[in-house]
């Protein structure tokens, strides 16, 4: 059974600070996607990484691939409350075959 | 670009009775999904086409599921009859073929249902 370990499930953290949140998973992905989601909404593509190692970034946001395409971090330095919502990882097994990280819910304290 | 379009928004049924959703995806992406999403939950995938053709249902219950997508354009997903806890957002999702192993998928605003 492949499965994507995210975590942490649940943060709360004060306006101003840095938070990372990690997806983990045996397996080896061709590309991996990082989504959030806010309520009453679908979820939205942040970003794409296909290269082991490789690190993007989206303003305050950080992304990084695992050298070995197994996992990757969301790093969000300074957080605002518009950074809360539900953020999802995504690995693609094949063209064919996605898998989806069960999230993490982000509330930021103003 | 028109986004992925879904309808309804909201669904409110007595358990076992039917409810069908409606699915129009992107112009021109060959791939399209469902999922189901429990409150909080990551998505779960229900069933995933190909143009017209099913390339993964392995995860709908298909004693109440049932999903087509005839023309291989839009798509509808009935359940009968409604469990109360088929309770869920249901997702629908489509893919362009991608390159280089990427599969970015574009995500409708979802239908919420609440059975009761």
């Known amino acids: 059974t492949q499965l994507l370990e995210q975590s942490p499930q649940f943060l709360s953290i004060q306006e101003g600070e840095n938070l990372t949140v990690y997806c983990n998973s045996s397996s080896v992905f061709s590309s991996l996607q990082w989504y959030r989601q806010e309520p009453g909404e679908g979820p939205v593509l942040l970003v794409t990484?296909?290269?082991?190692?490789e690190v993007k970034k989206l303003k305050r946001l950080t992304f990084q691939f695992g050298d070995a395409r197994k996992d990757s971090s969301l790093h969000i330095t300074a957080a605002q409350p518009g950074d809360t919502g539900l953020y999802l990882c995504a690995g693609a097994l094949s063209a064919s075959k996605i898998i989806f990280g069960s999230g993490t819910r982000l509330s930021i304290r103003p | 670009e028109a986004g992925v379009a879904q309808s309804p928004r909201y669904k409110i049924i007595e358990k076992r009775q039917s409810v069908a959703f409606w699915c129009n995806p992107i112009?021109?992406?060959?791939?399209l999904y469902w999922y189901q999403q429990i409150l909080g939950q990551g998505p779960k995938l229900l069933i995933q086409f190909q143009n017209n053709g099913v390339v993964d249902d392995s995860q709908l219950p298909k004693d109440r599921f049932s999903a087509e997508r005839l023309k291989g354009v839009d798509s509808t997903l009935k359940i009968q009859p409604a469990k109360l806890e088929d309770s869920a957002v249901y997702l629908c999702?489509?893919?362009?073929?991608?390159?280089?192993?990427?599969?970015?998928?574009?995500f409708g605003p979802g239908t919420r249902l609440t059975v009761l």
């Open positions: 990484v296909v290269t082991g190692g």
């Open positions: 112009s021109g992406h060959a791939t």
């Open positions: 999702a489509s893919t362009q073929k991608g390159t280089s192993g990427r599969v970015e998928q574009f």
